[in-house]
């Protein structure tokens, strides 16, 4: 049997006035599922620092106030080298920018929860919105 690698990633939860950024997946695995923007860790770079990069390659926007939410395990498949990932999720407010999709993002917005319960997820993104957005402070 193969052993298994794991691989830091992370993504965000952007809140901008009680509203939450998800983007729409443009590729496999996740295809036409909506989630927060991420990826993986590059080498050298701390979890906040790929998140930052992550969020700007993927939609252009900058935000402030990183804190990390919830860690997930996300176990992997496949032949040959199967590969784990261990999801930092982290929580932010927009300072600046306006969400456009770019990378493997087909469409970057915000939404509200309402919006968000009726959309094709990504697991975990509603409680993590819930949550973001009860407990949240509004951005700008």
Known sequence: ???RREVPAVSVAVLRGGRVLLVKRALPPSQGLYAFPGGKVEPGETLEEAARRELLE???LEADGF???ETIFIEGSGEGHPVDYRLTVFGAVHVGGEAIAADDAESAAFYTLAEIAVLPLADSVLPIARALIMGGKSGA
Request: net charge negative.
């Open 1 to 3: 049997m193969e052993a």
């Open 67 to 69: 804190r990390p939410l």
């Open 58 to 60: 993927e939609t252009g």
